[in-house]
Nanobody, 117 residues
């Protein structure tokens, strides 16, 4: 059974940076999109960023993170990353990675990101 495992979350001060990583436990074939989503307490899960796979040409970002977050991925290694800079308290949430194939929709278990002084 495929599992996506996230890492890199933690506590950071406003203005700081974190890099999230997500890797699949076994090889996944036919991925066409990889992405990150987040869910803050009391709110619905929301889109953060996606990247087509293969190829980094067309990335998409939520307006709230444009210019601060960068998504990247390696289809051959089934990994996706999220570089988060200039973090704000409103970025506090559980962050989930996602990998989509034609027949499957894989999600990670989530990693907590807390931005606080």
């Amino acid at each position: 059974q495929v599992q996506l495992v996230e890492s890199g979350g933690g506590l950071v001060q406003p203005g700081g940076s974190l890099r999230l990583s997500c890797a699949a436990s076994t090889r996944i074939f036919g991925i066409y999109t990889m992405g990150w989503y987040r869910q803050a307490p009391g709110k619905q899960r929301e889109f953060v960023a996606t990247i087509p796979s293969p190829g980094p040409t067309y990335t998409n970002y939520a307006d709230s993170v444009k210019g601060r977050f960068t998504i990247s991925g390696d289809n051959a290694k089934n990994t996706v990353y999220l570089q988060m800079n200039s973090l704000k308290p409103e970025d506090t949430a559980v962050y989930y990675c996602r990998m989509l194939t034609k027949g499957n929709d894989y999600w990670g278990q989530g990693t907590q990101v807390t931005v606080s002084s």
